[in-house]
């Protein structure tokens, strides 16, 4: 079983900067990204990024965070700048194996607030 566990998540104001970061324990993957679910609503993309390295964004997050990906950690960051109080969530690191089975971080709370 592979498990995914992120860390990073904090509080941080307004303008502020964060790092999360997802390790797997194991497996190849064709794609590692980040999701995130505000309270209330449906799990969102935020941003992707594929063993070659192609990389692809959410526009809410477009200009403000990068997503990057360590092949021989198994190990994916996303650098968050410039951060709004709506980008408060729960994010989620997600592995995927094939197009149709990925697996699930158990989540990192970011909070963005003064």
């Known amino acids: 079983q592979v498990q995914l566990v992120e860390s990073g998540g904090g509080l941080v104001q307004p303008g502020g900067s964060l790092r999360l970061s997802c390790v797997a324990s194991?497996?190849?993957?064709?794609?590692m990204g980040w999701y995130r679910q505000a309270p209330g609503k449906q799990r969102e993309l935020v941003a992707t990024i594929t063993s070659l390295g192609r990389e692809n964004y959410a526009d809410s997050v477009k200009g403000r965070f990068t997503i990057s990906r360590d092949n021989a950690k198994n190990t994916v960051y996303l650098q968050m700048n410039s951060l709004k109080p709506e980008d408060t969530a729960v994010y989620y690191c997600?592995?995927?194996?094939?197009?149709?089975?990925?697996?699930w971080g158990q989540g990192t709370q970011v909070t963005v607030s003064t």
């Open positions: 194991r497996g190849v993957f064709i794609a």
């Open positions: 997600n592995a995927a194996v094939t197009k149709f089975s990925s697996y």
